[in-house]
């Protein structure tokens, strides 16, 4: 069965440090997603992103963040300058896109990542 | 206003029994979908069950069920038959459509209920 994959699963970074994490979404999906979780609190949509291009993006996405889908398979997020609040796990999940948009989304294994 | 509320910050059931975990919706938008998720402890979300706005039974998936009452705005998950390896993070997310007919898909997530499974 298709899956959506992240690596690395665990990334530990000194403050100020340039991050970047990769996920590899569902081949045919067309939505892709970056998400955030703090340790205990809940899931927190960071961005969209379809057809090339960000789609919809939320307000902790500021100028540290980027994205990218530099070939047909992988979907990176940039970290530029990483604070400590950045430490959390970071989901990836993607989506096929069929129409009426109410399809299901897929989420990968997650990214921990820690800022020290 | 939370857009999608889960009251239980923890639940326990006992094993074989069935459990029910409340999620409440708040939106506008006529055509939206609700989403619930499983996260054990390894930290991987784990799509359940999905309902649709316009959806007229509740859905079900093999021991997943949504109760989903529109007029109330909400849409609880029930499990039956409780298993050990259901204890975990559970999450309702909803999906709502952009103003103008686009859905870019967002997931907005409630807060969470911890479930235990007593043997």
């Known amino acids: 069965e298709p899956e959506v994959t992240q690596t690395p699963s665990h990334q530990v970074t000194q403050m100020g440090q340039e991050v970047i994490l990769r996920c590899v979404p569902i081949?045919?999906?067309?939505?892709f997603y970056w998400y955030r979780q703090i340790l205990g609190q809940k899931v927190e949509f960071l961005v969209s992103?379809?057809?090339?291009?960000?789609?919809?993006k939320s307000e902790i996405f500021d100028d540290q963040f980027s994205v990218e889908r530099p070939d047909g398979s992988n979907f990176t997020l940039k970290i530029r300058s990483t604070k400590l609040e950045d430490s959390a796990m970071y989901f990836c999940?993607?989506?096929?896109?069929?129409?009426?948009?109410?399809?299901?989304?897929?989420f990968g294994p997650g990214t921990r990542l820690t800022v020290l | 206003a939370q857009k999608i509320t889960q009251t239980q910050p923890g639940m326990f059931v006992q094993e074989k029994e069935a459990v029910t975990l409340d999620c409440t919706y708040d939106?506008?938008?006529?055509?939206?979908?609700l989403f619930w998720y499983k996260q054990p402890s390894s930290g991987e979300m784990i799509f359940l069950i999905y309902q649709g706005s316009y959806d007229q039974q509740n859905a079900t998936e093999g021991r997943y069920s949504l109760n989903f009452q529109k007029a109330r705005k909400s849409a609880n998950l029930v499990i039956s038959a409780s298993q050990l390896g259901d204890s975990a993070m559970y999450f309702c997310a909803m999906r709502e459509t952009v103003a103008g007919g686009t859905s870019y898909g967002k997931l907005t997530f409630g807060q969470g209920t911890i479930l235990t499974v007593h043997p």
């Open positions: 999940a993607s989506r096929p896109g069929l129409a009426g948009g109410l399809d299901t989304q897929y």
């Open positions: 081949s045919n999906h067309l939505y």
């Open positions: 939106t506008s938008d006529p055509s939206y979908g």
């Open positions: 992103f379809y057809n090339n291009e960000i789609s919809e």
